[in-house]
């Protein structure tokens, strides 16, 4: 049986389920791959700390990680340190002296995928699953699965905290604030959450994602990003009662004006499977032409789901040491034309409740063109100051006549309060 | 570029959607996966027939397979003729010459998994993707991305044409028969359904999923199989308002006491994403050691959707054959031990409406251990004769205690009709 080397460097949460996996499930990955995978090396600048996993054999582990990247034992490293620092010189280092690279940080690939794939030979030599998703096949689904498929959109649900938060504030009719400190309480949320709740860990998975789907790289600081730090429960409830739910959504479209991707909390019709996904799970929606419809689901983070896609990358990593051949892969464009697209929107105004009101707002969104779709006034929510809630679902429109009208909407004395604009997708 | 060469056998609806895609998308292939494919012959017994796909060149048709499958230029034979004669000498007699083969013949290579394993080294050179679940990269998804972790247990929804039905009764009310009518005439139901309906087609499914989750076959015939011919709108309706849907569910679960495999409409709490899966689509859900619980869900039948998953195995064996390297296989168990296992179940009985009745019925599965945890009896439902349905939900018991007890009950004076008895599988 043939063999290859394995160094992995970052001995964390991640790193440790890998490396338990590796340990304990050697001969059952031999008897299934038909190769002996052998952990030579691990890496960190700690080994004091117990990470519950038994003992490691001492003479792997090292300190200094240009030892594992210049192991010539070493065929495959894999990088699970995080961040974008010393993870970058590692990840290139590796790349440049001829290893393949199995990583799980998307922030570094989807900040740095141009550099990296310059290297990487468009990426044949890295192999990042784990980034986006965690135990789910998604960038396996795509290439492979949907090889001979030209994808039309991606609609996902990928960050576990986001959609922790939504479900447990919607489930418990609890405000963002209460949920968030239970959810840092369990370990379902960071101690900072912003990466999570303002929408940058999924601007990081979506530019992935549209990578190996289209082929298109957009940097995420150019994705528009929203986050869910302002989504309120009285939303939740509204759209509930209208038929949806509402979750933080990483779109990407392929139109024939471009590509439109983007991050924000979405509208999605409750009898969409989407609508469905709850608590901490992930899940990918794919619209593609010759495959249809299909979604992956399961678990996007945690020590042995994410260890479960890692040795995945590993195995198939092993392989192309191993035996060679080209990846599924495509050509990169990495300035593509980008497209804003036409959407239903939620509309939810707190406004004075006198007659005349709605007759004001609604020739405002008239005169930028914005068609509404339904309109909802009731009073059992009436608030301070005479107050009451004003939802409204409009029809179809561009963004920018929405956001137009929206300004002059809120400059209108009979509006209280910042208006609340939700997308609505309908799948 | 190195190029690989394809013999595709079969020129009906699958067979035509192959063809369709590896003509128009050579280029696109190419591009993703650095070979040339080829489809060099078409074999079928008439082409006289349009198959609504343009123009095949009349130089690669021919009417005799055997010259497909001697053709030393063909690499990779695709046997898309269905049954299982024809077939069988057709996928036999090209793994005898070397041919990497590809089907999407559930029946064929579920029923005869011995005969052509044992050709085609352990699996090494079949593909089958398209045989499960269509488009759906669910062998793929096991195999490869589930690669370190061992499977506990798979429950799905592989047959598009009951899960049409079930969601259609419960959805527009009606009774079997109607919509089954209806699915006919949509072409979601064949003329003769009973493969699909009597859950052989689920079957021949499952069969192939233990076969690679957990290494082990058993033959269709031999696998516990009820279809949906017996399920009744009452029962959707009942256990809807209790919190239930009912689904087809093919089931493969390993236990210490052995591989537990049926199929059988089951009610799934209306709150798990299985439950959610609706009309023709397909779904499997698969719980597993390291990556925790895991959906595929997509299209399971149809053209397209079919022939891109044929076209997905036909890039592996094309890298297979070019590149070689094993595939990620387990040795397989021709005789595993099979057990069953406790559920909970759900009970309609026809009952006379007066005193006592209850006590008798509780009675007599008090006598086989079977513990009631809820009852509920309606007097809406009135029926003939002074009758009302009794609906009961067992607490977990083993299923030949509930068998016993449940001919007992038949045969009590106060019950007519035949009892109607549901499991509810608690994922």
Redesign the interface.
Known sequence: MRSVGVGVIGFGTIGA?VVK?LLS?RR??A?????DIRLLSLCDRDFSRDRGIGKVPGEITTKDWKKVVGDPRVDIVVELVGGTKVAKDIVLSALKNGKIVVTANKALVSEYAEEIFSIGRLGENLFF?ASVCG???VI??I????????IHGLYGIVNGTCNYILTSMFDSAMEFDAVLRQAQELGYAEKDPSLDVEGIDSAHKVSLLALISFGKYVHPDKIPTEGITRVELLDLLYAGEMGYRIKLLAVAEQRREGLDIRVHPALVPE?H?LA???GV?NALYVK????????????GA?R??T???V??DI??AG?RR?????Q????VDFSPRLAGVESRYYLRLTVVDKPGVLAKISGVLGAHSVSIASVQQTERAKGRNNTVPLILITHEVDEGKMRKALEEISALDVVKREPVLIRIVDL
Chains 1, 2 share one sequence.
């Open positions: 389920g996996l499930r059952l990955l008897s299934r791959t038909g190769m699953e135990a789910i096949p396996k689904g290439r492979e699965a949907l090889v001979v498929n030209r009898e499977l469905s996904v709850d799970f593609s032409d010759s495959a249809g419809d299909m979604m992956f689901y399961g678990r945690g042995f789901p260890a479960s896609a040795v995945s195995v198939d392989r191993l035996w060679g051949g080209p599924v892969r495509s050509a």
